[in-house]
Nanobody
Framework: QVQLVESGGGLVQAGGSLRLSCTAS????????MGWFRRAPGKERDFVAA????????YYADSVKGRFTISRDNPKNTVYLQMNSLKPEDTAVYYC???????????????????WGQGTQVTVSL
């Protein structure tokens, strides 16, 4: 139904910033709730941030609150994750996820999403 492609990952020093993008295929992007998740080496996939289909609501993991901002540009079929004040513990593969929903709701768990991108590597050095 939808293909997701992440971009914007890379290597950054602690305290730096990075902006991730996730672009979706198709013409129904405005009907999808979107989320960002990450998996660090040897760890489980963790929730990072989520945004409702019209951007009426956002939600963040405690570990990134105040540092990360999720946003979306529906005409561009793109969701963003602005990451500021990066820490070494933010190092992970970051994935975007999508789920078609009938209302402007936020989805906060990986099990609620059916569609996933391939991920983009973020490495934060000391």
């Amino acid at each position: 139904q939808v293909q997701l492609v992440e971009s914007g990952g890379g290597l950054v020093q602690a305290g730096g910033s990075l902006r991730l993008s996730c672009t979706a295929s198709g013409s129904t992007f405005g009907r999808y709730a979107m989320g960002w998740f990450r998996r660090a080496p040897g760890k489980e996939r963790d929730f990072v941030a989520a945004i409702s289909r019209s951007a009426g609501s956002t939600y963040y993991a405690d570990s990134v609150k105040g540092r990360f901002t999720i946003s979306r540009d529906n005409p561009k079929n793109t969701v963003y994750l602005q990451m500021n004040s990066l820490k070494p513990e933010d190092t992970a593969v970051y994935y975007c996820a999508a789920e078609i929903v009938p209302y402007d709701v936020v989805l906060k768990t990986s099990g609620q999403y059916d569609y996933w991108g391939q991920g983009t590597q973020v490495t934060v050095s000391l």
